[in-house]
């Protein structure tokens, strides 16, 4: 079983920075690719950014792309989210989750942690 666990959120004005934290346990960490998800009140969740287990490959959301950065260490099985030049429309609650088998859905989710953007 993988336990994922967020932290870093909070409250900060439009153009600050945030960085996110996602700490595995329970599993092979480095074998996973990992993500980070965002919901907005009243809205679907959707795809922020993905990170292959090697960090070879990433992929993120058109709207955040040259604003936010994924990346990983695996020897601390913690996954990051750097976020620069916030936005209002970035308020969320922001999730991290696990892909345990090439292909699958996303089968391990964390609590998420919110973040808030003031105009």
């Known amino acids: 079983q993988v336990q994922l666990v967020e932290s870093g959120g909070g409250l900060v004005q439009a153009g600050g920075s945030l960085r996110l934290s996602c700490a595995a346990s329970?599993?092979?960490?480095?074998?996973?690719?990992m993500a980070w998800f965002r919901q907005a009140p009243g809205k679907e969740r959707e795809f922020v950014a993905s990170?292959?287990?090697?960090?070879?490959?990433?992929y993120y959301k058109d709207s955040v792309k040259g604003r936010f950065t994924i990346s990983r260490d695996n020897a601390k099985n913690t996954v990051y989210l750097q976020m620069n030049s916030l936005k209002p429309e970035d308020t969320a609650v922001y999730s991290c989750?696990?892909?345990?088998?090439?292909?699958?859905?996303?089968?391990?989710w964390g609590q998420g942690t919110q973040v808030t953007v003031s105009s």
């Open positions: 989750a696990a892909r345990t088998a090439v292909g699958a859905p996303y089968n391990y």
């Open positions: 990170i292959t287990w090697s960090s070879s490959s990433t």
């Open positions: 329970g599993g092979t960490f480095s074998a996973y690719t």
